[in-house]
């Protein structure tokens, strides 16, 4: 028979793995766009979801554990640019987002042209879905914050779009 610790671990482990499925694909699509670089996106959301299963065990207990691991991933590609000095070359291929992976290029250049606080709380807010609320916690600022930068933040791409 299995014994009490087999069974927990296995159970944490499903629910990371139904976790893992249905989310994925977003985190990496809001880390692609924040950071504007889709390998490093990818290598990003592979090591924010490595630590979240590490701690599975309080991270599915939060509000959005999608949020945290979007963040973790944002921090962690931040980290690495500024330690490796990347050099990001938009045209350099397999590197940059092809706009067929994103419905409207302007809107996806604009985006891009944000402050990049702006820009992380549009993606939070558009591209995960994050309430207000849970995007304060993700970034751990008050909500205020949060809605004046996406007002800032929509008023430039309104700007910019028109």
Known sequence: MMGVVAEEILDVAEGFETFYRRKWQMVFRATAVTVGHVDLAREATDEAMTRAYERWGSIQAMENPAGWVYRVAVNWARSRQRRQRLALSKSAEGSAISYDRFPDPDLFDAIQRLPVLQ??????????????????????VPKGTVKSRLSRALEALREEML
């Open 119 to 140: 820009k992380e709380i549009v993606v939070a807010r558009y591209l995960l879905d994050m309430s207000e609320e849970a995007t304060a916690a993700a970034f751990g």
